[in-house]
């Protein structure tokens, strides 16, 4: 199976700047998009950015301008710079990946455990 690995969160003041990595190991045929989602106490887990194996991305209107979401195909990781950030990006974040551990599959939605980011005020 895919496995998704997230390293990188942590704490940072309103308008300071992380950056999450992601990287997917394990039995790997293909990896199509990739992405980051959060999840703030109390809310339901929302997109924040996505992109395609061939570097379309998309973001939410929330991070657009201030997150930046790249991708190694040759290394399989997936990574998101986020600068000016804002208290209310305090969240969870979890990695994700559309993948197949083999060719006879389907596409499977892949998570990561999860990272933990705090913007303090």
């Known amino acids: 199976q895919v496995q998704l690995v997230e390293s990188g969160g942590g704490l940072v003041q309103a308008g300071g700047s992380l950056r999450l990595s992601c990287a997917a190991s394990g039995r790997i045929f293909s990896i199509n998009a990739m992405g980051w989602y959060r999840q703030a106490p109390g809310k339901q887990r929302e997109l924040v950015a996505t992109?395609?194996?061939?570097?379309?991305?998309n973001y939410a209107d929330s991070v657009k301008g201030r997150f930046t979401i790249s991708r190694d195909n040759a290394k399989n990781t997936v990574s998101l710079q986020m600068n000016s950030l804002k208290v209310e990006d305090t969240a969870v974040y979890y990695c994700?990946?559309?993948?197949?551990?083999?060719?006879?599959?389907?596409?499977?939605?892949?998570w990561g455990q999860g990272t933990q980011v705090t913007v303090s005020s």
């Open positions: 994700n990946a559309h993948a197949r551990p083999n060719p006879l599959v389907s596409l499977y939605n892949y």
């Open positions: 992109i395609t194996s061939g570097g379309s991305t």
